[in-house]
Structures are given as structure tokens and as C-alpha cells.
């Protein structure tokens, strides 16, 4: 038996495929920055979540440990956020106006 428009969803799905992997190249060259007490420590990440830069503001260098680790710690949460929000919005691009069957979307994600 065959299902009437099932060549055009496989055409869809598979350029969807391919708009997917495109993105998910994008996504991992993608840099993010997160920032913490107002800038003063800043982490940059790759879109593969690894670090690839730090910096720590002069004037935290004489201060407590503690409250450097926090803020470090805090700078790296919100790169963190922050990639995932552009994985996110990316990624939601590439499967947006297609009519996916219930239940399917949540497997290409």
C-alpha cells in the first residue's frame, strides 16, 4: 500500500538531514562568551562546549579565592546557557515549517 505524499516527506526529511548536519558544523565552530561579576571574568566556549578562553580582570587577582572561583564557575554556567540557546534556536530553524508526524520531531532532536 502506498502512503499519498510519502516521496515528498522522504524528500523533506532528507534535505532536512542535510540542513541538520550543515548546522550542527555551524553550531560547533560557534563561539560563545559568558560573562560574570559585570564582566570582570569573562569564558569563551566553542559550540562544543570547550573552553577556549579566560579572562580574569586584574583587580579579582588580590581578591578572595572563593569569590574568583565563583565567578569563574558563574562565567562558564552562562556561556553554557548560552550555547545551548543558540543550539536551540539553530536547530529549531532547520525542522521549522516542515509537517513532522506527531511523536517523530522529538527523535531528530
Known amino acids: ?16 538531514q542535510e540542513d541538520m548536519k550543515n548546522a550542527e558544523e555551524e553550531l560547533n565552530e560557534m563561539e560563545v562568551t559568558g560573562e560574570a561579576g559585570a564582566g570582570l571574568v569573562k569564558i569563551t566556549l566553542n559550540g562544543r562546549k570547550e573552553c577556549k578562553k579566560v579572562e580574569i580582570n586584574d583587580s579579582l587577582l588580590s581578591d578572595d579565592k572563593e569569590m574568583l572561583e565563583d565567578l569563574i ?3 562558564i554556567n ?5 550555547a545551548d540557546k543558540e543550539r536551540e534556536t539553530k536547530m529549531g530553524g532547520v525542522t521549522s515549517g516542515m509537517n513532522i508526524p506527531a511523536g517523530l520531531d522529538s527523535l531528530l532532536k
Open 73 to 75: 564557575a558563574a562565567a
Open 78 to 82: 552562562d556561556a553554557s546557557h548560552k
Open 1 to 16: 500500500m502506498k502512503i499519498p505524499g510519502m516521496g515528498k516527506m522522504m524528500e523533506q526529511m532528507q534535505k532536512m
